[in-house]
């Protein structure tokens, strides 16, 4: 009997699980019936016609997934929520067992068809809108609420003149290209559209996304529609391109100073700068591929690759200019000597010996014998010892260089200009070697204000330098 008794309660306890089980199911689908038997997809879901619809909108930006140079466009991760009531869906829930919520699927009530105004795809595409996967929310009020996830790609005005410090605004309006104000009207529910969730991107940083609402008219409208724009302010992250890009560029620039370093005779300046320059134009061309393509705005970063091309070419003009100086071995003008040897010298600290500036002379003349006795001897005690043989007075009176026999005048007049042709040389590699110096400066000086003038055009540099 006790077996049997136990057996009844279990038998009734399942039949009335499965009743209540039953009831439930019955209700729920008895509400589902009850509510869209009559129910027309198209219309609005208003009770008077002058009503609108107003829409509730909640963005929250999960993820900068692309932003294309090339095409104009950045892709978002998006997560989407729209609130709006439906007047013509309510019920009270003490009558359908006390179910207050239903699940419904997108294709069996009316929802707001709301587009991105600057969508970037070739062609228009219904991916914008959430596809019959998706459900609504439903209670007994008649408020509605979906969420989604979407990937939005969006219409962007990016200049790469600032690369890689630049900045963009990127805007993304959302509405409907249907429905009026009078009809619909869309109210963000709050003004920042950052996700908590927010996923970091390694090239690109989201300062801020904004959200506001707007009433705009379009040319192709007649009335004024009700929308809302996102704002989004982003900027490249530079460190990357900083040590791959600029760094390497700047030391290969850099080497051509050690071609005003070398020694002349070294014969190792012009292979030198050969090989800079040929380095430069190496890397300019692997690091192409990371700069932005875009005809529209030349990046700052391919215009310091150009100018510092320019400037070694400049380089290589100059030492090949250097070593024609040193080499050479003919009489120096007055100019040159003034102007290199004694005004030059001093302002590129370069020292110059004495006998480098007075004039050395080409030939004597002999005094003739009614002259002999007008000259004095002091003229020839008066200048630099002689025992310094590149140093030379410009005399007209001097007897000792004259000779009595005509082969030992031709022997000494031998001796003497090549004497003279041997400091013709060292006055020339003393102008090479102060030349020399004054382009290692100005070439330091060209480098470093050319390198600072262009990054200095973009703000961020300028916060990056004085913080």
Known sequence: MFITRV?????????????????????????FTSLFQNYSVESRPVLQA?????????????????????????????????????????????????????VVPV???????????????????????????YMVLLDYRG?????????????????????????????????????????????????????????INGEWELLSALITGLRKKYRIQTLYHSSIQ???????????????????????????????????????????GITVLLSMAIFQELSSEKLPTSSENFPLLGVYYTISMFEIGIAMAMNCFILNLYYRNYDMPRWVRSLVLGHLAKIVRVDVPLRYIAEIFVEVDCPSEQNKGRLSTSNMSSEQPNDDPSFRIKSSGNDSFCLSNSKASFKSKK????????????DWRMVARIVDRLMLFLSVVIGVVSAVTIFLQTDRFKKFLYG
């Open 7 to 31: 057996w009844i309660v279990i038998v009734t306890f399942v039949y009335h699980f499965s009743l209540c089980e039953q009831s439930t199911f019955s209700q729920e689908q008895r509400l």
């Open 50 to 102: 002058s009503d609108p619809v107003i829409i509730y909108i909640t963005t929250d930006i999960v993820k900068i997934d692309a932003v294309n140079e090339k095409t104009q466009a950045m892709t978002l991760k998006v997560h989407v929520k729209h609130e709006w009531k439906n007047s013509l869906l309510t019920w009270d829930p003490e009558e359908y067992g006390g179910v207050d919520k239903l």
């Open 107 to 133: 294709s069996k009530i009316w929802t707001p068809f709301i587009h991105l105004y600057n969508h970037a795809l070739q062609v228009y595409s219904e991916k914008f809108q959430p596809d019959e996967s």
């Open 143 to 199: 408020n509605c609420t979906r969420f989604f996830s979407h990937f939005f790609i969006s219409s962007c005005d990016i200049k790469v003149n600032s690369f890689p410090f630049d900045e963009h605004i990127c805007l993304m309006e959302f509405g409907s290209w249907t429905y009026d104000e009078s009809l619909l009207q869309v109210i963000p529910t709050h003004s920042n559209a950052v996700s908590e969730e927010y996923v």
């Open 230 to 272: 996102i704002r989004v302010h982003i900027q490249r992250k530079h460190l990357f391109f900083v040590m791959n890009l600029v760094i390497p560029c700047a030391l290969i620039a850099s080497m051509i100073f050690l071609v005003f370093l070398l020694p002349p005779k070294s014969g190792e300046r012009i292979s030198l």
């Open 415 to 426: 001796k003497k200009l090549s004497y003279v042709k041997k400091d013709m040389g060292e």
